[in-house]
Nanobody, 121 residues
């Protein structure tokens, strides 16, 4: 089992910055990808950014050039640096980890509990 602990959410003014962290712990064998999703009130959960083991990174168009995802493999931690935030970045941000318990099996998906990010004008 893999447990995820998120931190770093809060209230930030439009144009400001915030950094989210998500640390994975437990019986970790192979994390194939780590990423962030968000859910605004009344909307579906959407991808923000992901980074896979080989280093490939994917961003939602709405955050390209403003958000930066990074991963510390030694700490099994993923970060999301949020710069020049906008009102529409408000939502609950969820960490997601794809983890494989052994070779030859597909990865399982794990979610954090979510951290609230509120952008004020």
């Amino acid at each position: 089992q893999v447990q995820l602990v998120e931190s770093g959410g809060g209230l930030v003014q439009a144009g400001g910055s915030l950094r989210l962290s998500c640390a994975a712990s437990g019986t970790i064998f192979d994390i194939t990808s780590m990423g962030w999703y968000r859910q605004a009130p009344g909307k579906q959960r959407e991808l923000v950014a992901t980074v896979i083991s080989g280093g490939s990174i994917n961003y939602a168009d709405s955050v390209k050039g403003r958000f930066t995802i990074s991963r510390d493999n030694a700490k099994n931690t993923v970060y999301l640096q949020m710069d020049r935030v906008k009102l529409e970045d408000t939502g609950v941000y969820f960490c997601n980890v794809q983890h494989r318990s052994r070779w030859g099996v597909p990865p399982s998906s794990y979610w954090g509990q979510g951290t609230q990010v509120t952008v004020s004008s």
